[in-house]
């Protein structure tokens, strides 16, 4: 067989179809496996923190600083913190990155990839912070486990980089699920604040893992919701004007934490141990007044809730909690942010409460039906994610009651922020303090949806420089779409469309080989010079076979060439899998719609 003849095509596998924008069943299927596996790693967090926590806290509760002496309230935070700034001296710098935003930049700026390492250290960070009682919350850090998993498991298995996409999500959504038993949460958290984006091929594979996330969580920690909530509901419409003013408070606050945020960012450019043992200090004078800043504080969210604290101690745990978070978020320490958020609208919201029973004590709800409230309207201002704040508290109070108050509250708060402090969502603000862009236009969405293995052109055939006329018209006869030519040494050095062999072979067709008169002529026809002959032959770079769309454009332009040559190894050789063009890429986004 010539070199060539035969028409070089690429069959359809597991990992091809799912480079297509409607690879379902694939998806939903690594759905239920990053939903086991995100579970088992949050269980191991979960654990290592709590069996930590009980061999020396008071009364072996996991949430007991409180009780603690009131020098162990300084030396616990400061000691930790010197461990974890020594720590994160000697690491690079790389790997300090933790939590939500770290996920999202690996998103933007590298397909989603996460290491081993990564994983290790945001489960070390995770713990050291907890365990020391720095103001933190697993719920950031157990999202950074959840897409780190997700991620090493598509890149093991070599899966195209758009489904790796999809993956991640499933590892927040299912992180968010088993830390909160709140499934829909999870769901809407992965799409509204980590991709940014709807799309019906996303949602399935991310329910899966979500729902099976929470099932397998309710195995170990049974069914209950993560706070304790007794049923709330809103005592008279009345209270809508209290309400709207209350989203606007929590907005002022949201904005002020986020400020407060990216101006410690800022501040104080000296080496990384001593910003974390800064913050453990900071850390450490807010515990010293109020314990309760240290740790998850799920104990004192839900006594809040059931109206166990007074109005004054309220103010104080929810001021001193802003400031040290923000400042210490700021200053490094690897602290997740979630569980604060909560933690401050639980304890405003529930101030709020006090006071709405002061100013209208025959009508007011509950205290903890405004520190509900309170949560919802900090999550959703804060991340500026509404409608995941929504469903955080629904399926947190599991009582439709909430929904119109909290619709309200949330939607309020947001937009309060984001018009009049011109908010974006925190995790935006820290990548672009970073000098971070995260693109989520509806363009840059689309090609990041999609491989270049869906739309690549499989007809191709390969054939030397100079090929026998015979041959050529064997290389015809197959109807590839193109010729890669190769040279002396059988690299591919330019590619040829079929269709401008046909024509030159059409207007210099030899004549009848009987005629002796033409055989000289016949002659001259038995070579074709593949890279003279007249054509619009097509410089090209290579790219791997997982690269979507996004990054195949960024390639075309990068390297200024007309074409790319889709490979991929197998067996430590390079195989040529098929022919992508800027025109392909520009005719796929067109006939979506996009």
């Known amino acids: 067989m010539p070199f060539g003849a035969k028409l070089d095509t690429y069959k359809h596998g597991f990992r091809e179809r799912l480079g297509a924008a409607d690879a379902l069943p694939q998806l939903a299927l690594l759905g239920f496996f990053v939903g086991i596996i995100t579970t088992l790693v949050i269980i191991l967090f979960r654990w290592s923190i709590e069996s930590a926590l009980s061999l020396y806290l008071p009364e072996g509760d996991p949430e007991n600083f409180e009780g603690l002496s009131e020098l162990l309230r300084i030396t616990l935070p ?36 996460m290491s081993v390492k990564s994983l290790f250290v945001q489960f070390l960070a995770g713990f050291l912070t907890i365990a020391s009682g720095q103001s933190s919350g697993r719920e950031g850090p157990a999202v ?33 699920s088993a830390s909160f038993n709140t499934p829909i949460a999870g769901v809407i958290f992965a799409m509204e604040v980590v991709l ?45 004007p209290y309400i709207i003013l209350c989203g606007l408070i929590i907005g002022c606050i949201s904005a002020i934490f986020v400020r407060l945020l990216l101006t ?44 166990q604290i007074a109005l004054g101690l309220l103010c104080g745990i929810a001021l001193t909690k802003l400031l040290v978070t923000a400042t210490t978020l700021g200053l490094g320490m690897p602290s997740g942010m979630i569980g604060p958020t909560l933690f401050i609208g639980a304890t405003t919201g ?60 949330i939607v309020v708060s947001s937009m309060f922020a984001s018009t009049v402090f011109k908010q974006k969502s925190v995790f935006i603000t820290m990548l672009e303090a970073q000098g971070l862009n995260y693109n989520s236009s509806p363009t840059v969405q ?30 015809l006869r197959q109807g590839p779409h193109w010729v890669i030519i190769h040279n002396d040494k059988n690299i591919p050095v330019s590619l040829l469309p079929a269709v401008d062999l046909v024509r030159y072979m059409e207007q210099n067709k030899p004549q009848d080989e009987k005629d002796a008169k033409h055989e000289a002529e016949n002659e001259k026809h038995a ?12 410089d090209f770079a290579h790219i791997y076979y997982q690269a979507t769309l996004e990054e195949a454009l960024k390639t075309l332009n990068k390297e200024a060439k007309g ?24 005719r796929y986004y067109q006939y979506t719609g996009n």
């Open 196 to 240: 940014m984006e709807y799309s019906l091929i996303g949602f399935t594979p991310i329910i899966i893992a979500s729902v099976t996330a929470a099932f397998a969580s309710q195995i170990i920690y049974g069914p209950e919701p993560a706070f304790f909530v007794p049923q709330l509901y809103l005592s008279s419409p009345f209270e809508i």
């Open 78 to 113: 400061l000691g930790g913190a010197i461990l974890i700034g020594a720590i994160w001296f000697k690491i690079g710098v790389l790997y300090r990155k933790t939590g939500v935003t770290y996920v999202m930049e690996r998103l933007a700026y590298h397909q989603g990839y």
């Open 264 to 307: 410690s960012m800022k501040a104080l450019k000296v080496n990384i141990f001593f910003r974390i043992t800064l913050a453990g200090m900071i850390t450490a004078s807010g515990a010293y007044l109020f314990p309760e800043i240290m740790g998850i504080g799920y104990d004192t969210v839900n006594h809040t809730f059931t109206g």
């Open 563 to 586: 074409a790319l040559i889709v490979e991929r190894d197998s067996g430590g050789l390079k195989r040529t899998l098929g022919v992508l063009t800027q025109n392909d890429i520009n």
């Open 144 to 176: 950074h486990l959840g897409s780190a998993a997700a991620s090493i498991m598509g890149q093991y298995f070599k899966l195209p980089n758009n489904s790796i996409r999809i993956l991640i999500a499933c590892g927040c959504a299912a992180a968010i």
């Open 446 to 475: 689309a090609l990041r949806s999609v491989s270049v293995l869906a739309i690549m052109d499989r007809k191709f055939a390969r054939a030397q420089k100079h090929v026998e006329w015979q041959e050529a018209e064997e290389i």
């Open 350 to 409: 529930g101030a709020l409460g006090i006071i709405a029973q002061w100013l209208m004590p025959d009508i007011a709800s509950s205290t903890g039906f405004y520190a509900m409230l309170g949560m919802g309207a900090m999550m959703g201002s804060v991340l500026q994610a509404p409608l995941a704040a929504l469903m955080a508290i629904l399926e947190l109070t599991q009582n439709p009651n909430i929904i119109l108050p909290g619709m309200l509250v």
């Open 527 to 538: 070579s074709i010079a593949l890279l003279e002959i007249p054509a619009h032959r097509q």
